[in-house]
């Protein structure tokens, strides 16, 4: 199957969701430029990109996984650190897409 994000739509879904849940994953969405019809559409072709979920659903909750992403990346950090190689600060930061 082709990219279904650029087809046209000429079908329509409907669920029912939570109104809060709605207006705060909408607000997320709108934070990153993203309409829900637009994200929903993103999961869809994902799945289908992945051949399922796009995703691992675990048991594990969002703090263990942060915590866990948070030890991998100081992993990698002390790993940077010994192998004596430098990186311009500047440089750093535009890699992380974060602002100083």
Do not use: H, W
């Not at 990109?49 to 996984?65: D, I, Q």
């Amino acid at each position: 199957m082709s990219n279904i994000t650029s087809m046209p739509k000429t079908d329509t879904f409907r669920f029912r969701i939570n109104p809060e849940i709605r207006e705060e994953i909408e607000r997320i969405y709108s934070e990153n430029g993203l309409t829900l019809t637009q994200a929903i559409n993103i999961f869809i072709q994902q799945s289908i990109n992945a051949g399922g979920l796009p995703f691992p659903v675990t048991s594990e909750n969002a703090e263990f996984m942060r915590a866990n992403s948070m030890k991998k990346l100081m992993q990698e950090l002390d790993e940077g650190k010994d192998s004596g190689d430098t990186v311009d600060e500047d440089d750093v930061y535009k890699r992380l897409g974060v602002e100083r």
